[in-house]
């Protein structure tokens, strides 16, 4: 970590347009906001809030209009892109999605390899830090199966082992649980708690579930584009947790 700041994720003014004239959408609206290391954040809105765009922006897929970045000290956005985007998110980011979008003909194992290997990793130090992760995430016993073979809460347990492979910095979810039932999804919200907490990474992760909410540390609510602290989920939250 540079300098004495323990925030992973430091963005001010984000804004981002879609479409001209009457087709115009505001999707973010200076949006700001600060996440530390070993949180876990919760981001909820209804659809078309700009969550989805929000998480983009962060993980440098789409610059945004205006705004500025600074990830783990390092300032990646401040009105141009400041590094090699495609290199930044390969090392610094990892993210998952409301599918699991693993390679079908990859073993869960050689999923998460694959993942250090286009970092230039050796295949046997790739293999241990593969193996390392899934036995953490207690799917070690499902290395050597093929994605098919695999349930649904599984599969997102793998796609949780890629985004941590090269131990980033940030790990990005946009409905990581959607496709999952109560008891899974829940599992996987946890797997996100203790990756923040045990490997001090921050964590981002658009939801709908209200279920899990004493899962994440703090909640923010995106509506119109705008970011707010929404004080009744994170009563909720403290709520949830003192129950």
Do not use: W
């Not at 945004?64 to 956005?77: E, L, R």
Request: with cysteine; net charge neutral.
């Amino acid at each position: 970590m540079n300098g004495i700041s323990n925030s992973i994720v430091e963005a001010s003014g984000l804004t981002k347009r879609y479409g001209s004239g009457n087709t115009e959408v505001m999707a973010l609206r200076e949006v700001s906001l600060n996440v530390v290391q070993g949180e876990v954040v919760a981001l909820l809105g209804p659809s078309g809030a700009g969550k989805t765009t929000l998480l983009t922006v962060l993980g440098l897929i789409r610059p945004p209009d205006a705004g500025k970045i600074v990830i783990d000290g390092t300032v990646v956005f401040d009105g141009c892109l400041m590094v090699d985007a495609r290199k930044y998110r390969r090392i610094h980011l990892g993210f998952v999605f409301q599918k699991a979008n693993l390679i079908p003909f990859l073993t869960a194992a050689e999923n998460v390899q694959l993942a250090m290997e286009i970092n230039d990793a050796s295949p046997h130090a790739a293999r241990r830090r593969a193996m390392e992760l899934l036995d953490y995430l207690g799917v070690s016993d499902r290395a050597d199966y093929l994605p098919a073979k695999l349930s649904g809460g599984q599969q997102q347990r793998v796609a949780v082992a890629r985004a941590l492979a090269n131990r980033p910095s940030l790990i990005l979810a946009d409905e990581p649980t959607a496709a999952l039932d109560s008891v899974r999804g829940r599992q996987v919200m946890e797997l996100f708690r203790n990756v923040a907490h045990e490997q001090r990474t921050g964590v981002i992760v658009v939801t709908h579930d209200h279920r899990a909410l004493d899962v994440f540390d703090r909640a923010l609510e995106m509506e119109d584009g705008m970011l707010r602290t929404s004080q009744s989920l994170n009563e909720e939250i403290r709520h949830k947790k003192n129950k």
